[in-house]
């Protein structure tokens, strides 16, 4: 990292709930945000908070998450997500992170991150991937 993350540190991201980030596996379900989108959603928050820290070549995968979805947000609601750095050690970053659509908070959790090399992690899936 070209600085060290420090508690405090922040990120954001407001969206408008759209078709895609809706509920599709239940039809008897009224078209609201769905808990894997959310998660996406606080996943950017963490990653832009990671940002301005990391150097060149890296980036960040998660490694832990625990949610709460608290309250639905229809399609057309629109959220922000925010994840506040509460500890690093070294690579090992953690994050509070919480979701609100302007009416109450509709989700809050914590997730950790951790800073890796995209050349090494290329390295390591590069076996994974199926024959050309």
């Known amino acids: 990292m070209n600085t060290p993350t420090r508690p405090g540190d922040s990120g ?32 950017q928050a963490a990653i832009r908070a990671l940002a301005p820290r990391l150097a060149g070549g890296e980036v960040s995968v ?24 509460v500890s690093a050690d070294g690579p090992a970053v953690a994050f509070h992170v919480e979701a609100h659509d302007g009416h109450e908070v509709i989700a809050r959790g914590f997730h ?20 050309a």
Not at 65 to 73: D, G, R
């Open 12 to 43: 954001e991201i407001t969206f408008v709930v759209e078709g895609p980030h809706a509920v599709s596996f239940d039809p008897a379900m009224p078209p609201v945000l769905s808990t894997p989108s959310l998660l996406w959603f606080l996943e």
């Open 62 to 85: 998660g490694t832990e998450v625990e949610l709460q979805h608290l309250a639905p947000t229809p399609v057309g609601g629109m959220v922000t997500c925010r994840a506040r750095v």
């Open 112 to 131: 950790r991150r951790r800073v890796v090399r995209a050349a090494g992690l290329a390295r390591r899936v590069g076996p994974k991937l199926p024959p």
